[in-house]
């Protein structure tokens, strides 16, 4: 192993760690809005790390943009996707968690 | 291999909920993991192409559509009502009686089946330089197995009419203009163009690495769906000729060629020089009958037409 590849470890272990905080916010969390504050925020950087992490072991430049157009799309839909659930549940009424 | 048997155990346990899972919105979401988790099992089993339209069609366009039936429905019926009636003993008793023969038949017949079997991947690869593509699973659909496609192709159209003429019986009023929300209008203004560059991507790759006309087609219909979502209607001056046209393009082009092929009396066996450009072309018919066919089954009515009724 050389120097590149401790770094995509690093990269890629630090992205699960986000995708597991996030997974974790998820499941504990009390509401709807908190929700999904922690799986954005968590998957869209997450992502990030692991496509960093991937992009460092890729053969040609053409892989690496190919992963940051994944990444690209995935943030978009995200934050969108974030937006639609959250503007929704406001709509039906659902109201913000209060201690 | 470790990982392999927690795959396998995970899909069985998804199975297992999605199927005795009583709120049907649950079962939906549960049902699309389960098909993404399906898709990394086919790439653990090298079949890329399978797992391109596992994801693109068995679970983002059926889960869609699932979705999109579950609104159709009414809201006063109680999920799992079927449960609380009293069965005698002897039903499920014979039922799992039968499902042991069933599953014992075919344990049976996995268990003699030859260790090495290597099927007719020989064959295509023998044959493959003939076919006028590179990648053996498009060679197989497109030209040695051509009528199989054909007939799938024409399975597709058959719902989509089955599907409006039960529609036709209860006249939905269509949905009433609504402000578009902003968001969502923007990101469809954004990926939908992306999404016909990627179908058209994946046609065109499709002759030499996986992809094809199913996936495209299904990206295709992904764009459509995403439209509808976003309030887009189609003209009605497109929702008559136009849209029947667009829905028979794919059929056409391959019962014509079908035709061309039985004058030679050979049935969609393709001539060996033109091959690679006939295939090219099916596909691209069939992509754009696909893409419409998925997309106008996501709607689930008939689109409203110019001065006739819906």
């Known amino acids: ?99 | 291999m470790l990982f392999d048997a927690l795959l396998g155990l995970l899909l069985l346990g998804l199975a297992w909920l999605l199927l005795s899972c009583r709120d049907l919105f649950k079962a939906i979401v549960l049902f699309v993991a389960f098909g993404l988790l399906m898709a990394i099992v086919w790439v653990r089993l090298d079949a890329p192409d399978v797992a391109l339209a596992e994801v693109a069609i068995g679970a983002g366009l059926t889960g869609a559509l699932l979705m999109s039936a579950l609104a159709k429905l009414p809201v006063d019926n109680p999920p799992g009502r079927y449960s609380n009636e009293k069965t005698h003993w002897l039903l499920p008793l014979t039922l799992a009686l039968m499902l042991l023969l069933v599953a014992s038949g075919l344990g049976y017949a996995l268990w003699s089946l030859p260790v090495i079997a290597p099927g007719l991947s020989g064959e295509v690869a023998a044959n493959l330089e003939q076919s006028g593509v590179s990648n053996p699973v498009t060679a197989v659909l497109l030209n040695f197995r051509g009528y199989d496609t054909l007939l799938e192709i024409v399975v597709l159209l058959l719902a989509l009419l089955g599907v409006w003429s039960l529609n036709s019986l209860d006249a939905t009023p269509a949905t009433a203009e609504k402000p578009a929300n902003l968001v969502l209008d923007t990101l469809m203004r954004l990926l939908v163009p992306l999404l016909i560059l990627v179908a058209a991507y994946l046609l065109w790759a499709g002759a030499n690495s996986p992809g094809g006309a199913f996936q495209a087609g299904a990206v295709l219909a992904a764009a459509g769906v995403l439209l509808l979502l976003a309030g887009w209607r189609l003209p009605t001056a497109l929702a008559g000729l136009p849209l029947r046209l667009a829905l028979v393009a794919g059929p056409v082009a391959f019962i014509t060629l079908a035709a061309l092929t039985l004058l030679n009396a050979r049935l969609l066996e393709l001539p060996v020089e033109h091959a690679g450009m006939l295939i090219l072309l099916l596909e691209t018919f069939a992509m754009f009958s696909i893409g419409v066919t998925l997309a106008a089954l996501f709607l689930g009515q008939r689109p409203q037409e110019r001065g006739g009724s819906a």
Do not use: C, E
């Open chain 1, 1 to 99: 192993m050389n120097i590149s590849d401790y770094l995509s470890a690093l990269l890629l272990i630090a992205g699960g760690l986000f995708f597991l905080a996030g997974t974790l916010g998820l499941l504990r969390f009390p509401d709807i809005y908190t929700r999904l504050h922690a799986l954005t925020k968590a998957d869209n950087v997450g992502l990030g790390l692991m496509v960093a992490g991937l992009a460092i072991q890729a053969d040609s430049w053409a892989v690496v943009g190919k992963l940051l157009l994944i990444w690209g799309l995935v943030l978009l839909a995200g934050a969108s996707v974030a937006y639609l659930i959250a503007n929704g549940a406001l709509k039906r009424g659902i109201r913000l968690w209060r201690r």
